[in-house]
């Protein structure tokens, strides 16, 4: 049974940082890529950055500069370290798993989904 649980979410000024965690458990975490995906409030949830199976990044135009994502398999972790935090930026964040080591840009190309932690940027 795969379950990811992330963590790291809160409330933040704007121009400050935030960590998230994703960790994983239930499958072999280095063979899938890995997403974090967002939604606010009245809106569609959508693709905030991913990491493959290899490594290979790819990020939203909007969070290009300041976000990073990154894994440690030895942990079966996801992270996305979030800098220069703006309130548009608000949401709740979800990582998910994708279904081979390829990263998908779309929601329904990713099999299992965290519970999703809330970020909040105070301006």
């Known amino acids: 049974q795969v379950q990811l649980v992330e963590s790291g979410g809160g409330l933040v000024q704007a121009g400050g940082s935030l960590r998230l965690s994703c960790a994983a458990s239930?499958?072999?975490?280095?063979?899938?890529?890995m997403g974090w995906f967002r939604q606010a409030p009245g809106k569609q949830r959508e693709l905030v950055a991913t990491?493959?199976?290899?490594?290979?990044?790819n990020y939203v135009d909007s969070v290009k500069g300041r976000f990073t994502i990154s894994r440690d398999n030895a942990k079966n972790t996801v992270y996305l370290q979030m800098n220069s935090l703006k309130p548009e930026d608000t949401a709740v964040y979800y990582c998910?798993?994708?279904?081979?080591?390829?990263?998908?840009?779309?929601?329904?190309?990713?099999?299992?989904w965290g519970q999703g932690t809330q970020v909040t940027v105070s301006s």
């Open positions: 239930g499958r072999t975490f280095s063979r899938y890529a």
């Open positions: 990491i493959s199976g290899y490594g290979v990044t």
């Open positions: 998910a798993l994708g279904s081979t080591v390829l990263a998908g840009r779309r929601p329904g190309e990713y099999n299992y």
